[in-house]
């Protein structure tokens, strides 16, 4: 297994304004994903973070709005830029084994106004 | 290209049975399960790989009919702290650990 902890756990910003989110994993891992979540709603994939290259994003969602780095096999974080209310979620960054098993962060809990 | 789970919610009893299927139009690589309680992340239950697999986690256990790109999770004689929303996340042929997850299928156990 893994164990993900995620920085901050929940923030307030101010719209236009940009808010870091830290993901760092316990182990060494094959790979590392970034999704959200809406209250009530399904888990929704940001993008594939990737080691040492850029991330793979998934249809609507580009790399200005949501820039991603991933400089180790531990470590991943996730921006989200110039933010509006339309932001405003859960996001989880989540990390799978060698074994194929993906564990999920405690999530970090935005609210942009 | 979202998997479709039935049903949306379910309520039990303590100590009875329920079934969560799980349905995808796409060929299936694996198929993961996760239950997630209000307020928390997602937490993972077990991957099915192989066709026809069958796994078992105390009195929880899924299959996987790679055949038919289905999933069904099995829960018996159901507890309290079952209680969630339960969420399957299915990951495409050739599409690198990816998960695309259903809607969820809200479960509740009562006294």
């Known amino acids: 297994s893994a164990v993900i902890s995620q920085k901050p756990s929940r923030d307030i910003c101010q719209r236009g304004t940009s808010l870091t989110i830290q993901c760092q994993v316990d182990?060494?891992?094959?790979?590392m994903f970034w999704y959200r979540q809406q209250p009530g709603q399904s888990l929704t994939l940001i993008a594939t973070?990737?080691?040492?290259?850029?991330?793979?994003?998934e249809s609507g969602f580009v790399i200005d709005k949501f820039p991603i780095s991933r400089p180790n096999l531990t470590f991943s974080t996730l921006t989200v830029s110039n933010m509006s209310p339309e932001d405003s979620s859960i996001y989880l960054c989540?990390?799978?084994?060698?074994?194929?098993?993906?564990?999920f962060g405690p999530g970090t809990r935005l609210t942009v106004l | 290209q979202q998997p479709v789970q039935s049903p949306q919610a379910v309520i039990l009893r303590e100590g009875e049975d329920a079934v969560i299927n799980c349905s995808s139009s796409?060929?299936?690589?694996?198929v993961h399960w996760y239950r997630q309680k209000h307020g928390e992340a997602p937490v993972f239950l077990m991957i099915?790989?192989?066709?026809?697999e069958q796994k078992g986690h105390d009195k929880i256990s899924a299959s996987f009919n790679e055949k038919k790109q289905q999933s069904s999770l099995y829960l018996t004689a159901s507890q309290l702290s079952y209680s969630g929303t339960y969420f399957c996340?299915?990951?495409?042929?050739?599409?690198?650990?990816?998960?695309?997850f259903g809607q969820g299928t809200e479960l509740s156990v009562k006294p």
């Open positions: 973070a990737n080691q040492g290259s850029e991330a793979t994003y």
């Open positions: 996340g299915t990951e495409i042929k050739g599409q690198g650990g990816k998960l695309i």
């Open positions: 796409k060929a299936l690589y694996s």
């Open positions: 182990s060494q891992v094959t790979m």
């Open positions: 099915l790989l192989k066709g026809g």
């Open positions: 989540s990390a799978m084994t060698g074994a194929g098993e993906q564990f």
